[in-house]
């Protein structure tokens, strides 16, 4: 087999999994979109057939082609997991996931071998080819030996640079990162995300930094004119607990299913508390970090790279630098390694006094994070009795982990009897996690009461980001198996938010809100104000908010929103997007008011994005 031979070899199957890759993964067969992707490949392949002949082209077109193949494979994964387009700032998390192996082996797919089935096929070929041909490695540039085997190769990538060149051209008004990631394709797309979220690290200046508060303060006042601040300062001086949930989805809250509850304790807290069951996601690649960083800052997490790694060496404004200036200490509990998602880096950068994760806890195995979230409360509750002891006010965080995905809980452990439907499905697995989850909340909650913290504390509980996977959960089947509206995009996008606090009845509080209207909602109920600090806050109090806007990225394009009627969607840009009614879950037309809500959101997550970026360096806290 000549080198050439092998070079068209690979364009062919290269070809073929370029169609695979758009319809299994990006469901997509535009001319655009394909002329794109073939063109990326066909320049990558190319350039080693302008600069050598023999060996070295055969090598270095193979390195190429299993490298690509491989892009293609880990994206297929990632897609199917998150529904979202990975930039390369995303993938080079790579090393993190043996630690959600489980969750990986579960998005696994048959159609992903096709992705290398070509290599050993290829292998064998070269094997009986290499007794027709023997060929030294060459490197030369003379004009003879350059030019002529060269001539076609240099075509085809100047060729292909222009059609690239042309791409990324002609998308320049695509606003939609979705959209424009299946019009640029996988490999194209990383040279605007490049270009685009280079994030700035130098310090803004205090005249900047007090420039920005007023126009933050300014946009969110044009939404918000409460006429006065209800349940200000109703729990001062109160402890703060927070618990955040992983993969807790709104509609589990008041289910039932074959004649049992799902979460029977949950719902008895809905009715003893604030209960917000209209908050929204707005997680983006960094997923729970993102969450915690949400909780934290009321600030939007970066839409091109995990906040958490954005985060090594800062200095960020946070929750438990301001609590810590009304005399706090502020403590973090996570079951697993501090390293995973470069908490590490995070937890300092935010300011808590200390973090616990896996060596703190007892490992009972419950699933392969290791302990369960028993040990979990077991541990937290220990601490913050120590805390109280000594007359300490507190800041606590826990992360759970036992409803991760993909949601099988010890058998032991599952309460529920499914009907047969559900059994060994994914939706049967996330209300068997749930239910233990409840149980675990419950036992905890007591704790809280009996150790006499609970009236000493505002313990808030919710959501991280949904749970159940689109692909392994049709909306409609949903729906028909748990007898509820279901929709695939707003009903997976809300979170349940409870806050109990001392001298707070239960109240259903039906006001739209996502994770960056937490920690203003606290602070509200402490009495406590960001005035006069560089802290800057990007959400609402939810509790004196009369209209709300929150953004959405990553898991939507950005400039998605939720206001108080609709989630809305863009498509290449506002004109052809897409409203959803929040009260009926159907379409709805586009209007002027909506238009002005996504120029906001745009704005205002625009202005996040600089304010984040400009964190200070970290010396020592």
């Given at each position: 087999m000549k080198s050439l031979n092998l070079g068209i070899v690979w364009m062919i199957t290269l070809g073929l999994k370029l169609i695979l890759f758009r319809v299994m993964v990006l469901d997509d067969l535009s001319w655009n979109g394909i002329a794109s992707d073939t063109a990326a490949v066909g320049l990558l392949m190319a350039l080693p057939a302008c600069i050598w002949?023999?060996?070295?082209?055969?090598?270095?077109?193979?390195?190429?082609?299993?490298?690509?193949?491989?892009?293609?494979?880990?994206?297929?994964?990632?897609?199917?997991?998150?529904?979202?387009?990975?930039?390369?700032?995303?993938?080079?998390?790579l090393n993190q996931v043996g630690q959600i192996g489980e969750s990986i082996r579960s998005s696994l797919e048959p159609y992903m071998a096709l992705f290398y089935i070509d290599f050993p096929i290829i292998a064998i070929l070269l094997l009986v080819s290499r007794q027709k041909r023997q060929r030294s490695i060459q490197w030369t540039f003379s004009k003879e030996s350059f030019w002529r085997p060269r001539r076609a190769a240099l075509i085809t990538a100047t060729i292909c640079l222009l059609v690239v060149v042309m791409s990324l051209l002609g998308s320049r008004s695509i606003e939609n990162s979705h959209a424009l990631a299946k019009r640029l394709g996988v490999l194209t797309y990383q040279f605007v995300v490049g270009k685009t979220e280079t994030v700035n690290s130098a310090d803004l200046t205090q005249d900047e930094l007090n420039d920005l508060q007023q126009q933050v303060r300014a946009w969110l006042e044009e939404q918000n004119h409460p006429e006065q601040q209800l349940y200000r300062g109703v729990a001062k001086d109160s402890n703060v607990i927070v618990v955040q949930v992983e993969a807790m989805q709104n509609f589990v809250i008041g289910l039932e299913v074959n004649g049992q509850t799902i979460t029977p304790y949950l719902n008895e807290l809905a009715q003893q508390s604030l209960?917000?069951?209209?908050i929204y996601q707005q997680i983006a690649e960094g997923n729970t970090s993102d969450a915690e960083y949400l909780m934290n800052t009321g600030a939007y997490p970066n839409a091109a790279q995990s906040t958490s790694k954005q985060l090594t060496g800062k200095k960020a404004y946070s929750l438990p630098r301001l609590l810590e200036q009304h005399g706090y200490e502020s403590y973090t509990f996570h079951?697993?390694?501090?390293?995973?998602?470069?908490?590490?880096?995070?937890?300092?950068?935010?300011?808590?006094?200390?973090?616990?994760d896996k060596p703190s806890f007892e490992n009972d195995e419950f699933n392969s994070w290791g302990a369960s979230d028993e040990q979990l409360f077991k541990v937290a509750v220990q601490k913050m009795t120590e805390l109280d002891?000594?007359?300490?006010?507190?800041?606590?965080?826990?992360?759970?982990?036992?409803?991760?995905?993909?949601?099988?809980?010890?058998?032991?452990?599952?309460?529920?009897?499914?009907?047969?439907?559900?059994?060994?499905?994914?939706?049967?697995?996330?209300?068997?996690?749930?239910?233990?989850?409840?149980?675990?909340?419950?036992?905890?909650?007591?704790?809280?009461?009996?150790?006499?913290?609970?009236?000493?504390?505002?313990?808030?509980?919710?959501?991280?980001?949904?749970g159940l996977q689109p692909k392994d959960n049709a909306a409609s089947w949903v729906s028909e198996q748990l007898g509820i509206s279901y929709h695939d995009t707003v009903s997976r996008m809300n979170i349940p938010l409870f806050i109990k606090a001392p001298?707070?009845?239960?109240?259903?509080?039906?006001?739209?809100?996502?994770?960056?209207?937490?920690?203003?909602?606290?602070?509200?109920?402490?009495?406590?104000?960001?005035?006069?600090?560089?802290?800057?806050?990007?959400?609402?109090?939810?509790?004196?908010?009369?209209?709300?806007?929150?953004?959405?990225?990553?898991?939507?394009?950005?400039?998605?929103?939720?206001?108080?009627?609709?989630?809305?969607?863009?498509?290449?840009?506002?004109?052809?997007?897409?409203?959803?009614?929040?009260?009926?879950?159907?379409?709805?037309?586009?209007?002027?008011?909506?238009?002005?809500?996504?120029?906001?959101?745009?704005?205002?997550?625009?202005?996040?994005?600089?304010?984040?970026?400009?964190?200070?360096?970290?010396?020592?806290?």
């Open positions: 002949i023999g060996r070295w082209r055969v090598v270095f077109q193979t390195i190429i082609a299993i490298t690509i193949s491989t892009i293609w494979f880990s994206v297929a994964i990632y897609y199917s997991y998150y529904g979202n387009v990975p930039s390369y700032l995303t993938l080079s998390n209960y917000f069951p209209y079951v697993n390694d501090v390293t995973f998602w470069n908490r590490n880096e995070m937890y300092p950068a935010l300011g808590f006094t200390r973090y616990y002891q000594r007359n300490q006010p507190f800041y606590v965080q826990m992360v759970t982990v036992s409803s991760h995905h993909p949601f099988k809980i010890p058998e032991q452990y599952q309460q529920l009897e499914l009907p047969q439907e559900l059994v060994d499905t994914q939706l049967g697995h996330y209300l068997q996690a749930m239910r233990y989850v409840d149980q675990q909340l419950k036992s905890f909650m007591e704790q809280l009461e009996t150790s006499g913290l609970l009236e000493k504390s505002v313990v808030m509980i919710y959501g991280d980001h949904f001298g707070i009845e239960g109240e259903r509080i039906e006001q739209v809100g996502g994770q960056i209207d937490m920690m203003p909602t606290v602070l509200n109920l402490l009495g406590i104000t960001e005035q006069g600090t560089e802290l800057v806050m990007f959400g609402s109090d939810l509790l004196n908010t009369i209209t709300n806007i929150v953004g959405v990225r990553y898991y939507l394009p950005t400039g998605s929103f939720f206001n108080d009627e609709v989630l809305f969607v863009p498509g290449q840009s506002f004109k052809d997007g897409q409203a959803i009614s929040l009260e009926t879950l159907q379409s709805v037309k586009l209007t002027a008011d909506m238009e002005k809500d996504y120029h906001y959101i745009m704005e205002i997550m625009s202005l996040s994005d600089l304010y984040t970026s400009h964190y200070p360096e970290r010396t020592t806290d």
